[in-house]
Structure formats: structure tokens, C-alpha cells
């Protein structure tokens, strides 16, 4: 039920963004989406979903579901650190060949932060 699963979340999950005077009230557990649409642990439609990721293509987007199951059964994670594999090159070639100057490489970061530490120490690295 609803309420276990947000005193177990109360318990044990750190929520960035938020006022956590405001977890004491019944906040949403979202339980899926489908589209731009979140839907609570009770079933309800419980908001529209606006991060841009999901505005493009929504919550499970059958050709994006279809793409990380055929990946998933051939490799889930690979570090690019001394090795590289089939995909993370096809994508990068993908993306590098949308970019204007020359060389063109990709770094894949797992967010923004770590984007932008990648960033400072590549700029770091060339000057040096």
C-alpha cells in the first residue's frame, strides 16, 4: 500500500530538491509512466512528466523499450577505459559526424556534472 512504501521511503531515501518538511504529507510514489503521463502507486494519473528527455519520446516508448532489451541481451555496461565496444562506437560516429570542426571525439558522462569535470580536465590536459 501507498503509505508502507512512503514510510520506507521516509526511512531511507535522500530526496535533492525538495523540502523534506514536505515529505510529511502524502507525497506521490510514482509507479510508472506511459507517455508524457506519471501514474502514482495508487493508479492515478498523478502529473504530466516535463523533464525534456521525456517530452521528446515519453515513458515507454515501445522502439526505445524494443532498443534497450536487444542491447541489454548483448552487453549492459561497458567501461570505455582501455577497451571500447560496437555501440559506443556507432554512436559516436553518429554524433561526431553532427559536429562543425575537426577532430570530432564523443565523451559519454553518466550526467551533466560529470560532463562538465570531463570537460575541465580535457581543457586542463590540452593546455597543459
Known sequence: NSDEIRARDRAAVWHPYT???GLE???PVIEHGDGSYLYDADGRNSSMDRIVVVLRLG???PGIVDA???QAGRLQHSILGNLSHPAAIHLAGRIAALLPSR???VFYGSDGASAVEAALKIAVQYWD
Do not use: G
Open 59 to 61: 515513458h515507454s516508448h
Open 68 to 70: 534497450i532489451r536487444t
Open 19 to 21: 523540502r523534506h518538511s
Open 25 to 27: 504529507r502524502n507525497f
Open 103 to 105: 577532430p570530432r571525439h
